[in-house]
């Protein structure tokens, strides 16, 4: 009866840690930008931090605005995170 419990724990553990996390890791992002909430995601900030930042242009990084969405350059996130120059 413990294995079946000890599986269980760990199947819903799994479940949780991949649900926690629903984006790719940087170094596996091809796409030029990424949302607000992804970008959010690896600087480890809030997304509203982000948008605010896009509001008064006074960052360390600035969106390229797309049919009035926000995308997050991901050259620029490496860059800040220490993960390469920006190109």
Known sequence: MQTTTAQATHASHVVVEQSMNPFPPLDLVARPTVPTDQAAHYLL?????????????????RPI????????????IRRLLGGGAAQ
């Open 65 to 76: 605005r797309i049919n009035g969405r926000l995308g997050w350059p991901v050259a620029e």
């Open 45 to 61: 900030r809030k997304p509203q931090t982000l948008r605010g930042w896009a509001c008064k242009e006074d960052g360390p990084i």
